[in-house]
Every structure is written in structure tokens, then in C-alpha cells.
């Protein structure tokens, strides 16, 4: 039916209700007072509240999908930047979708979970029911966050088959927020080849600085996992690193790459040691064992490609 029948339907539909009769007269009634009258005052500013809130509500209905899709849009770019196949001007929707898989990973196995579709996952949210998640002993909650997610969705990049990257969510506490982001490995599980942070509330110009492209690239090549007995660690961060744990740290100040152990470190943000401790932190806790340590063995063990 065109718009414009359907509108005539509409407002003859109106007419002919009592009730809209009635308010037709009062309001010709209430048009026809002074300005100054006090009911007149009461029921403008009613009718008026009353079309705000309708354009309001209808607002935020109308602009849910879009609101949604620029959403996914843009974690789409997140994991597309990290990932480092992010082009200026490209088709984010087409090269995630040809460049991108995404599986969901059982974090205490590490293994994938086939009958999960990842396109229907949400591991924030999933951490919010108790279904779905596991509270976290205080003594191993070195990012602050509780509560977390059985299940991570995890995202690869593979050419020709071959795994290229393994792309790991993180979440942690820094000094105001919950830092939310990625961080992109290489196959061996082990060399970092980048980490960006799509949502996070630390100061601008200080904790802030983790978006800054410049600091960002200081991660690449970095290494995860303690190789050697002199892996650092830096005072006010978590304590000495073992073997085969995690051992990646921002420390104060500048890294000097001639001393060893500076593959484990990355330079701290300047006048934010404590959003500095806690990117550390989330680092250290999401690649060990309560994190992606049982994931990362399986990737190593079956050099990448198992799916
Ligand atoms: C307004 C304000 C905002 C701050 N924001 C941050 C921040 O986002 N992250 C952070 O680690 N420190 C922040 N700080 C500084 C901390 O309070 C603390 O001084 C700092 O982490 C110490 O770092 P430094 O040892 O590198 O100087 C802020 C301080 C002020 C006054």
C-alpha cells in the first residue's frame, strides 16, 4: 500500500475516535487561553515533553542496527590493524571476511570449540553470566578483572593455509579502566607482532599514550615467554618471571636492546607508571596458564594449523 494511502487510513481512523475527539477539543481549548495562563503553560510543556521523548525513543530504535554494525565495524578494524592488514580507504566488511577466521577457544583445554559459532559470540558478554564464566582467585587476578570468560574468541590470519598470526584478546585494569584490546602473534606463539587497545578510559597524553602509533610499534619482535633464567623483571611489577611463563614487562624508562632480557621489555608510557604495571599485568596474565598458555602450547605443538 502507498505511504501516503496509508496515511490517510491513519488519521481517518483518528477521527473517528471519541478519544481523539475529545483531545481535539481541549486542545483548540487550551490553544485559545492567554499566555499567561497557568494551565496552558502545563499542558504546552507536557505536549511537549511527551513529542521529545517519542522522537527520542524512536531515535534510539531506528539507529540500533546502524549503532550495532558501526560496531562491529570497528572491532572489525581493530583486529584488521593489529593483525597489520589494515589499508586506508579498503573495504573493512570484505577483507575481514577474506582475510580474517575467527574460532572460539576452551581456555582451560585450549582447544577449539567447533559447535560455538563464533559470528554469535560475544566474550565480553559472556563474562557477565555466570553460565559462562569463572571468577578468579584473587591471588592469580594480576589484571584486576574478577571475572572471566570460559570460552575466548580468538582471531587468525592464515595464507595459503599457512597460520600467519595468532590475534589474542586481552582485558585488564590500568589506573581509571578496564584496557580492552589485541594482541598479534607470530605462530611460534611467542614473538609479538603487534597490540592495539580499542577501549579504554586512561588519561590522554598520559596512560592514554597506549593508542599512540609510536609506542605501539616499540611491541614488535618483542618476545612473551622467559627463554632464559635472566628474563627481568622490574621493580612495582609483578614478581620474577619462571621459565615458560610470561615474561614481557613495560619498565621505567627507556629500553637499552643491547642488554639481555631487553627482548621481554618494552618501554613504559612516560608519567603513567601505573597504566604502564597494568598493561603488564593484563599481558602476563592472559598469555599464562589461566589465560591463553594452554591455547598457545596446542598452536606451537601443531605449528599453527589445526582447525
Ligand atoms: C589528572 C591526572 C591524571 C593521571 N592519569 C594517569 C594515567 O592515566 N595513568 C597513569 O599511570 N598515571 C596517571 N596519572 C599519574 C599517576 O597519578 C602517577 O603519578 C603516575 O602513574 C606515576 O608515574 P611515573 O612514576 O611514571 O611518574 C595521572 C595524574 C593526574 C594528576
Not at 97 to 103: P, R, S, Y
Not at 248 to 258: E, P, Q
Amino acid at each position: 500500500m502507498p505511504k501516503c494511502e496509508q496515511f490517510n487510513k491513519i488519521c481517518a481512523k483518528l477521527d473517528s475516535c471519541e478519544h481523539y475527539q475529545k483531545f481535539r477539543v481541549y486542545w483548540d481549548k487550551v490553544l485559545a487561553m492567554g499566555n499567561d495562563s497557568l494551565e496552558k503553560t502545563i499542558a504546552i510543556a507536557t505536549a511537549l515533553c511527551l513529542v521529545c521523548a517519542v522522537l527520542v525513543s524512536f531515535s534510539a530504535v531506528a539507529l540500533k542496527p546502524l549503532q550495532v554494525h558501526n560496531k562491529e565495524l570497528d572491532m572489525k578494524k581493530n583486529i584488521l590493524d593489529v593483525a597489520g592488514l589494515l589499508q586506508e580507504g579498503s573495504d573493512i566488511d570484505k577483507a575481514f571476511a577474506e582475510k580474517i577466521e575467527a574460532k572460539i577457544v576452551n581456555l582451560e583445554t585450549g582447544d577449539y570449540v567447533e559447535d560455538m559459532n563464533p559470528a554469535e559470540y560475544d566474550q565480553r558478554k559472556a563474562a557477565k553470566d555466570p553460565a559462562l564464566s569463572a571468577a578468579i582467585p584473587k591471588e592469580k587476578d594480576i589484571a584486576h578483572i574478577r571475572v572471566k570468560a570460559k570460552y575466548a574468541k580468538v582471531f587468525l590470519v592464515k595464507e595459503a593455509g599457512a597460520l600467519k598470526s595468532v590475534i589474542l584478546p586481552v582485558h585488564g585494569y590500568g589506573l581509571w579502566s578496564t584496557l580492552y584490546g589485541f594482541l598479534s602473534l607470530d605462530p611460534d606463539g611467542q614473538t609479538v607482532q603487534s597490540i592495539n587497545f580499542y577501549d579504554q578510559a586512561e588519561t590522554p597524553g598520559l596512560g592514554g599514550e597506549v593508542v599512540n602509533p609510536n609506542w605501539r610499534a616499540l611491541w614488535k619482535g618483542k618476545k612473551v615467554y622467559a627463554e632464559t633464567e635472566q628474563a627481568g623483571s622490574e621493580k612495582g611489577l609483578i614478581e620474577a618471571a619462571e621459565i615458560g611463563e610470561p615474561a614481557l614487562s613495560l619498565i621505567k624508562g627507556v629500553v637499552d636492546n643491547s642488554k639481555p632480557g631487553s627482548q621481554y621489555q618494552v618501554d613504559g608510557l612516560a608519567g603513567a607508571s601505573l597504566t604502564s604495571t597494568g598493561v603488564t599485568n593484563l599481558v602476563r596474565y592472559w598469555m599464562s596458564k589461566e589465560g591463553f598458555a594452554p591455547y598457545i602450547a596446542k598452536v606451537r605443538a601443531v605449528k599453527g594449523v589445526k582447525s
